[in-house]
């Protein structure tokens, strides 16, 4: 579209010099394209004629410029957000409900929309899948996370059907089912985190472990021995499509089932990691079996912000006395992410021991 602008008209050799000195006032009008001739630029402005005289007399040592009003073409609207590119297809009145979060999983993007303006969830689809050329598909959340898998309900909003994807977390490639399995990129940092812990040699038993990342993380840069369980045969099949996508230095061992019932099939672990927050507690028979004494877990709960680390301690202490073992030393408590309003998901790094007779 042409849009009828004062502008000014400066040679190519001036130019830069001007153009720095109008961006400096902010009284260049950035929705108008430039334009030039052999030997000018003419930049488009917001001020009028006698305004922009004023300005040039009193900042710069410019002299020969032509100021007058030329037909600028108007730049094609780019958003920058969701929130400007899901506004123009949604009333003014409803606009504090457009999402301001999302999950991009590889080429996958998992969107919550509000009841509220979930009568033009197509729409907000479709901005977002035009904000993202990467993206293929956008599904909207139609349920909580649940079941013993972990899993949640999608409905596809825009894009194509699909659920499989690739998704890069600090250099890895990690193979995600996101219809199928658990995975959330909001943890990249706590798996990174809990990697870079890990010393040379150790033995890894991650009871939960999803799609591993955990694991993938921890072989990325550390020769370790990680046993990767998990009861959803899906997770555990995304996983062995990873180790074919990784140069790992350490060794992963993938395994499908119950962990309670291949505990006998496991080794002692120096480390044991617990991220299934909720449940985590009711498997601390299973960790006493397989933890060499002494031995680190990562112990994961969902918990109310102001209990925070005494709730966890207390809750971790109550099953480690029915099988008589007990923390030795707490390492570390962590705030994983905010999982709700004033809750978190947090992660107790603690010593166990069996208890001294
Ligand atoms: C919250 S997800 C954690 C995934 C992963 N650790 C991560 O950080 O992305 C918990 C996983 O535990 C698995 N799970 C639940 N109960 C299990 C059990 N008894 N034995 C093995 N895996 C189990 C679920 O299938 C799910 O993939």
Redesign the pocket.
Known sequence: MQIESIGIKIRFRDAEALRKTLLSHGVIDTSLDFMRDENHLIIPLTLSKDEIIQLLLSSSTIERFELQVYSFTQKDFQPKNLYEAASKYIPENLHEFIPKAYDVIGEIAVVDIAEEVMKYKKKIGEALYSLFPSLKTIYRKSSA?SG????RGLELIAGEKKCETIHLEHGLSIFVDACE????PR?GY??KRVADLVKEGEVII?????????PLHIAQNHNATIYA????QK?IKCLEKSLLLNKLKGSIKTLH????E?MSSLPNADRI?M???S?SQE?IDVVCQILKPGGIIHFYQFVATEDGKDRVVSILKQELTKFDWEIKEIIDFHKVRESAPREIHACLEVIITPQST
């Not at 013993?148 to 899993?151: C, E, F």
């Open positions: 996370v013993q898998l972990r899993t399995t658990y995975f959330s943890l706590e798996h991650d009871l939960f472990t999803g799609v591993g990342p955990f369980i998990d009861i959803n997770a089932g119950d962990c309670r291949l990691i991220n299934l927050p449940y498997y």
